[in-house]
């Protein structure tokens, strides 16, 4: 029965692909998943990559998806980022309707049946009753507000409204002006947030469907009818519209957006050309079925495919593509911003983008490549056009190995060495925390960066990992002299390397040193102490991070005492509850298994480090125990941040069985969740994945074959599937002597 | 009979002063003094630190003035600075009346019958048959055409059209939207230029007095009669207005000018209520009078007038007032731009603004703290809202320490210490050029700036010098700590002092070190070989800067052998020639006293230094030797880049009989010109300098009184003349006795 089952899947995916018009992998997409519980992803409506993200502001205080669980809807405005912990960012061009009185200081409304699908937010505010839906296009959006019978159902424009929690975005200047009773453009200007940005200016021209039967301005909070505009002053202005509507009214507005200026604003808001809101979502459906239809996974619940297809959703939403809307430089590059940050999304985020849509990949990189042509170095972190903070390492190095190992077409692989090496060499100043490599006097100098400097481990073990990217880069450039450099380079971490610290029965642990080679005295700082800028472990503790070694993880299984000591580490690692005196610092990230941080990115590619030791079924047991108990179809379905589909990466990846170890070509086998998945690859080639009798219980591999001949390593190359492959695993209850006795993944020493 | 024609002279002054409108020192302003042979003056008409500099571009590939002698008048825009060189900068938002069709790609005009005047510059477009008229508002234009009788009588309004010789502007983007047929509004946003600025916005609005006939725009050299407007797709875009004249019919159009929008830029023009040019020049005029009519000198040509007061009018031209048109954040402080730069400012243009208008100087210092407290470092130069480009020391320090010591109020020198210590102590990063200290890592930790630096001469020398100026700000804060840090810090320029090093007969001289402490070699580098930004000497060479330890002169004179051979050294500075076997790198600054570059800052302080040796007949000699030799009052009447009113304070000061040692409270007497000078003190008090027989041959100081009572030292402090005082100089033809017994003034060891 069984194998007629997959044989009746398999057939069906075939007439599916035939006739690609009649199915919607976007109808699994819940945009709410994860809004709530700290997963902060953005509810509203937007494209792929689109430059529009249009959706509710709750308090003005959340983090940076806008949306929040508690409290009135603010508004709807048109800029947001998609699962960025930390401080807010955006929030720009906030449009409500109301009714009665127009109150620029006091439109909130509480709301009721809220709901988001691909392309289409709605919400019932109860406080105006009034019915709200959402659509947007790339730089553009359309508003249908259905009203009760009112003499004055209003729209406010508010340019003083920004999100703006604790390190925070703060107002620099707006400026309305109305055109005529359809009409009103003008712009809104902040500055600062999470990265620190420079002043930017979103510009905005909107247009309603029916005259306004009056309207009006506000400066600072008072009312102005009739006046038309407001010039800035660095002041809060806002406009509004005011109809007679029936009961049931729609009034109608779009609204073009842009970084430019209000004549490009208007010039956006062309990519809208009906009325039609329904017409503009299913113009957006079919934008992200172009995504989504690529990948086909059978044999699951309805529940699962939501939580995969809204992963995959959120993946694409950032980075945002600015091309033609960059208001600091000309280029005839493509132009992407909302790196945010790439510490984050080089692990799962942008290799997940690579598979999928490599062009579009390559199209990120050569964007960064051209951030160091015009802005001096490529971005760790970048929003609303401005560089700003690098959490770690210069991951931008990883994307970069990350693209040439895999091949990727269309880069300027030498530009982009130099940019690199840029990172590695030039010190970025002032608080370090903007641009390249923070204390990389002492790297350069000593080996490690001490003490001395902020963030002084996860910089040190980042620096050696981006120094293995350059190597990797360099020598496939046949630049003999930067490789031998930096591969040498690349062991830093081994600086840092204190075989004298023990913790519960294991020695040896990543240590912040002295500039003067001493170390840090042990009973100064816990093994399980995290924490954040200023801290020697960013977001991580020392249990953790001594983990990271992803280039040269031969090197430190031997430090940790060779293969048996390793496993029992990272079994301890992953059972041991967090211990119950700890203070753990990161409030935010308290999602744990065991002492994992499975709520954060330093934790992503531990479960799989057992494939360097040809141990992949402790690595099926733990990524699947994850994926089962820490994501859910609902509000609060992921552990953590989706930081720019982080999170989501993460499950997509693993939910098909492998996990990039980013920046070289290597992939590590995990546990393939579905009995079936196809991927369309770009080329038009098929990366097929079966796991038969893959099941909730079935969870172990229990044999492979790879395009019909067995496949033993429990790693492959993207070379092993960018031409097209197909995985035939077999699954089993119970751990199989499959992959351990393969050929372990490439360490530093193969570089 | 002199006696005589002195009192005569200063009852007229009394007179004068009683009936203060009667008289106008803008009269002898000519804005033209110094726009050729490299002075770069910009002869435009503007206000005092106006915002809108108005006048004509020539080339685009001239320097900052953008007037040049050569080639035809492209047209006239709205942004210039005065007396810059290197890259260009500005030249926003152009208007060019033209007749005939339109042709956005060639317009430029012959020109003929050049004048300027405070307020008002005037020229005759040959070409077109075009007369035209400008006036300048702070914020606000008028422009007046007088064309012929014409069916198509043009302005065009280019705002693809920009300054941009070497080191240059780049275009970004720009938009036009014509409103009616008498109003038009857009921006130009323009990236880089010398001070390598991020793109900045300037925008605009235009009203016409009479209706246009027809109209039209353009886009990347297209034009689209009829059409309204072109939004911003990074290319260049225009609009014409066309007219039907008759014969002498003005055309007159004014234009408010805004970094925020085009709102903004509607209110600024505001400033602006009447269709009159000439009540628009008078009231410029007023403004200047205001400034100009707070010194009158007396008993000298017509001509060394113009020299005086048009030098005083160019220190007043900037840096730029921005309060309330900063885009990049709010505060309450004041907002000055357009500091470029304070390596040549801060020597004399500086310090006589703090004499004329102390408020205004301390707004200037509490805008540069501000630019601490929200873009990370005090500005060295500062353009478009762009810091970038230290040339050498940090020498915003001089300015706050000059306040300081000169007791200016309303400045918050609490936050001004920390700016001046992040200065000394945070690493600017990148390529060290744009905030801050470069090198600093090597001058922090061996003491001088080595040869692994660019500039290492310069800026440790300039360090020094800052941090005496820290030394003596926290002195005065009671910060012990950082005084006695600071102050021994401050002697950082002996470690650059090779004793070895010989030239002419002379020992020790700074010199180029290694990182080992081993210096450079002798045979690698010439003593009077000066360069730019990888040089270790900007624009100035060992010999001259040798000289440069303004805070620390006793202990140099020391180490030159002590006074004998330190007068002896000078002579042979201002004697002998320049080595003809040597190559002059300066190109730029070819205008010599012997071997001092007169043309150029470093050696501004130079010709005093015989002060600290009571030489001061050898400092009146080459003073007045340099003020008749080197200005004039014609287009090439300035030695060199008049560099934001640096040559022309340089003149206004030694013309007064004294020169400041910025950053100290210290002026060092030379040798007045003027038989009386009476400058009208911000605090109703009056300084009056009077030099009994002076004349071209009476260049010497005999004696001197100083409230009637003998002064004899060649030196005075601020507080000497801040609460009014009255010098009386005698002068003879020869050298005297005076002067040369008195008190030295201070050195570090009195700091």
Same mark, same amino acid.
């Given at each position: 029965m069984k194998k007629v089952f997959i044989v009746g899947i398999s057939m069906m995916f075939m007439v599916l692909n035939i006739s690609a018009q009649t199915f919607s992998n976007s109808k699994y997409v819940d945009p709410f998943i994860g809004a709530d519980g700290g997963g902060n992803t953005f509810p509203g409506a937007a494209m792929p990559t689109g430059m529009v993200k249009l959706g509710p502001d709750c308090n003005l205080l959340t983090e940076n998806g806008g949306w929040d669980a508690e409290g009135d809807i603010v508004g709807f405005s048109h800029t947001h980022l998609n699962g960025s912990g930390g401080g807010s960012k955006y929030g720009n061009v906030l449009f409500m309707p109301t009714t009665g009185a127009v109150n620029p200081l006091d439109y909130a409304s509480p709301r009721e049946n809220e709901k988001s699908r691909v392309g289409v937010y709605s919400v019932d505010l109860t406080r105006y009753n009034t019915k709200v839906r959402l659509s947007a296009s790339n730089r553009a959006a359309i508003h249908e507000y259905t009203f009760s019978k009112s003499d004055t159902a209003n729209v406010l424009i508010d340019l003083g409204s920004f999100l703006a929690s604790y390190q925070k975005q703060e107002f620099v200047g707006s400026e309305v002006n109305i055109i005529s009773d359809t009409e009103v453009e003008g712009f809104t200007r902040i500055r600062g947030g999470w990265n620190i940005s420079d002043a930017y200016t979103v510009y905005f021209y909107a247009k309603f469907e029916k005259p306004a039967s009056s309207y009006g301005t506000w400066k600072s909070g008072k009312l102005y009818p009739n006046k038309k505009s407001q010039f800035d002053s660095n002041e809060k202005t806002g406009a509004y519209f005011s109809f007679k509507t029936k009961a049931g009214e729609k009034i109608k507005v779009k609204v073009g957006i842009s970084y430019l200026g209000t004549g490009a604003a208007k010039h956006n808001l062309k990519e809208i050309t009906t009325w039609d809101l329904d017409q503009v979502k299913e113009s957006a459906v079919k934008s992200w079925d172009k995504i989504l239809n690529l990948i086909q996974v059978e044999g699951v619940s309805e529940d699962i495919k939501k939580i995969f297809y809204s992963s995959v959703y959120r993946i694409f939403l950032q980075p945002t593509d600015y091309t033609g809307e960059n208001p600091k430089w000309i280029s005839n590059k493509p132009y992407y911003g909302d790196y945010f940050a790439i510490w984050d999304t080089y692990r799962a985020t942008h290799p997940f983008i690579t598979l999928l849509k490599p062009s579009l990949q390559a199209d990120m990189v050569e964007s960064l490549i051209d951030m160091y042509r015009f802005d001096n170095y490529m971005p760790d972190a970048r929003g609303s056009h401005s560089t700003g903070r690098t959490q770690g390492g210069s991951n931008s190095d990883m994307l970069i190995a990350d693209a040439f190992a895999k091949g990727l077409k269309g880069i300027d692989y030498k530009t982009a060495l130099q940019a690199m090496l840029k990172n590695a060499t030039v010190p970025p100043g002032d608080d370090e925390r903007k641009y390249g490599r923070g204390g990389l006097w002492d790297y350069n100098r000593i080996g490690y960066v001490s003490t001395d400097y902020e963030r002084s481990g996860t910089r040190t073990l980042e620096y050696s990992a981006n120094d293995a990217a350059i190597a990797l880069v360099a020598k496939g450039l046949g630049n003999v002299e930067v490789y031998e450099t930096?591969?040498?380079?690349?062991?830093?971490?081994?600086?840092?390397?204190?075989?004298?610290?023990?913790?519960?029965?294991? $020695?040896?642990?990543?240590?912040? @040193?002295?500039?003067?080679? &001493?170390?840090?005295?042990?009973?100064?700082?816990? =093994?399980?102490?995290?924490?954040f800028w200023t801290h020697p472990f960013y977001e991580t503790f020392s249990w953790e991070y001594s983990f990271y070694a992803p280039h040269d993880m031969k090197s430190l299984i031997e430090k940790m005492g060779g293969k048996?000591?390793?496993?029992?580490?990272?079994?301890?690692?992953?059972?041991?509850?967090?211990?119950?005196?700890?203070?753990?610092?990161?409030?935010?990230?308290?999602?744990?298994?065991?002492?994992?941080?499975?709520?954060?990115?330093?934790?992503?590619?531990?479960?799989?480090?057992?494939?360097?030791?040809?141990?992949?079924? $402790?690595?099926?047991?733990?990524? @699947?125990?994850?994926?089962? &108990?820490?994501?859910?179809?609902?509000?609060?379905? =992921?552990?953590g941040n989706d930081d720019s589909g982080s999170m989501g990466a993460w499950y997509a990846f693993h939910s098909l069985g492998f996990f990039p170890n980013a920046g070289q070509d290597v992939y590590l086998i995990s546990s393939p969740l579905y009995p079936k998945a196809t991927i369309a690859l770009e080329n038009g080639k098929e990366l097929i994945i079966i796991a038969k009798n893959a099941s909730p219980k079935n969870i172990y591999i229990q044999s492979c074959l790879l395009n019909g001949k067995p496949f033993n390593n429990c790693w492959f190359k993207h070379s092993d599937i960018s031409k097209g492959a197909k995985f035939e695993f077999v699954m089993g209850e119970k751990p199989s002597k499959w992959g351990t006795q393969g050929e372990l993944p490439p360490s530093l020493s193969d570089f």
């Open positions: 930096y591969k040498k380079k690349a062991s830093s971490w081994k600086n840092l390397w204190n075989s004298n610290i023990e913790s519960l029965g294991f $020695k040896g642990f990543i240590w912040p @040193r002295k500039p003067d080679g &001493t170390w840090l005295e042990e009973d100064s700082l816990s =093994l399980f102490a995290s924490g048996p000591t390793f496993t029992k580490r990272l079994d301890t690692y992953f059972k041991e509850p967090f211990p119950a005196n700890e203070h753990h610092e990161l409030q935010m990230y308290t999602k744990l298994v065991g002492m994992s941080q499975i709520s954060n990115e330093p934790s992503f590619l531990v479960p799989s480090l057992y494939c360097y030791v040809n141990e992949p079924y $402790k690595t099926a047991k733990i990524v @699947r125990h994850i994926l089962k &108990t820490q994501y859910s179809a609902s509000k609060t379905g =992921l552990p």
